[in-house]
Nanobody
Framework: QVQLVESGGGLVQPGGSLRLSCAAS????????MGWYRQAPGKERELAAT???????NYADSAKGRFTISRDNAKNTVYLQMNSLKPEDTAVYYC????????????????????WGQGTQVTVSS
């Protein structure tokens, strides 16, 4: 069973910072891209930032200059450092990872697919 577990959300004042973490666990052969999406009330889910296994990152225009995505491949963990937070950053943040699970019974790779975390609430308000 492969899963993603997020942590680090909460309430912060405008201009403040938060750091989100997302750890992948289970029987994993490899992890390709990882990243964060967010969904504000009444809006569609949108990309915040992604990072490849080699460390190349991509950001939504709204996140550039304020958010930094990073990953620790040894820990199968991706982070999102969010600075200068604004009320419009308020959303549920979802971690995702493009992972290839490992079948420990058949001893072979399974099909790669995107996995999602349960979401963590970030609220920016005074």
């Amino acid at each position: 069973q492969v899963q993603l577990v997020e942590s680090g959300g909460g309430l912060v004042q405008p201009g403040g910072s938060l750091r989100l973490s997302c750890a992948a666990s289970g029987s994993i052969f490899s992890i390709n891209a990882m990243g964060w999406y967010r969904q504000a009330p009444g809006k569609e889910r949108e990309l915040a930032a992604t990072i490849t296994s080699g460390g190349s990152s991509n950001y939504a225009d709204s996140a550039k200059g304020r958010f930094t995505i990073s990953r620790d491949n040894a820990k199968n963990t991706v982070y999102l450092q969010m600075n200068s937070l604004k009320p419009e950053d308020t959303a549920v943040y979802y971690c995702y990872a493009d992972m290839t699970p490992w079948d420990t019974t058949a001893w072979r790779r399974l099909r790669s697919m995107n996995y999602w975390g349960q979401g963590t609430q970030v609220t920016v308000s005074s």
